[in-house]
Nanobody, 121 residues
Framework: QVHVVESGGGLVQAGGSLRLSCAAS????????MGWYRQAPGKQRDLVADITTGGITNYADSVKGRFTISRDNAKNTVYLQMNSLKPEDTAVYYCKITGKRAFYRGPSDYWGQGTQVTVSS
């Protein structure tokens, strides 16, 4: 079993900051990409940012310059620092880990349960 657990969501005023964390544990052999997605009510789940093992990052245009993704490979943990938050950032934020459970297996995606981020105006 692979466990993916997010933390750090909450309620914040517009212009404020939050830091999300996501830790992967269990029977995982290696992790490639770690990323954050978000889903607002009535909308599809979209990529916010992701990061490779080597530190290459990718951001949605809507968060560039405001959000920063980072990871600690030794702890199998990924972070999302969110600054200058806007009401339109309100959503459930999900962590996705792409990794292998054994060296001879292909990669699979593992999702967390999500954490709510609410930005008030």
């Amino acid at each position: 079993q692979v466990h993916v657990v997010e933390s750090g969501g909450g309620l914040v005023q517009a212009g404020g900051s939050l830091r999300l964390s996501c830790a992967a544990s269990g029977s995982i052999f290696s992790i490639d990409v770690m990323g954050w997605y978000r889903q607002a009510p009535g909308k599809q789940r979209d990529l916010v940012a992701d990061i490779t093992t080597g530190g290459i990052t990718n951001y949605a245009d809507s968060v560039k310059g405001r959000f920063t993704i980072s990871r600690d490979n030794a702890k199998n943990t990924v972070y999302l620092q969110m600054n200058s938050l806007k009401p339109e950032d309100t959503a459930v934020y999900y962590c996705k880990i792409t990794g292998k459970r054994a060296f001879y297996r292909g990669p699979s995606d593992y999702w967390g349960q999500g954490t709510q981020v609410t930005v008030s105006s």
